[in-house]
């Protein structure tokens, strides 16, 4: 399996639009993202574009997402 690191483009394994890794991160109860550092490597920021092009980012779990 391949390791997923900033840059890798992924989905979640649920299925999404493909999605790039842009960094490390933690997202909070009140839907606030913070970046962390790279040493947190359980969740990662993700970013897409939607159907109508807006560009979209969110935190995931590693283990939701899959290499593509």
Do not use: H, N, R
Request: glycine share 10%.
């Amino acid at each position: 399996m391949e390791q997923i690191t900033i840059g890798s483009v992924v989905k979640l394994k649920s299925g999404s639009p493909q999605m790039t890794v842009t960094g490390y991160g933690k997202k909070y109860g009140d839907g606030s993202i913070l970046k962390t550092l790279v040493e947190d490597k359980e969740q990662v920021k993700c970013q897409w574009f939607d159907s109508s092009g807006t560009l979209l980012t969110d935190v995931f779990p590693i283990a939701a997402l899959t290499v593509e």
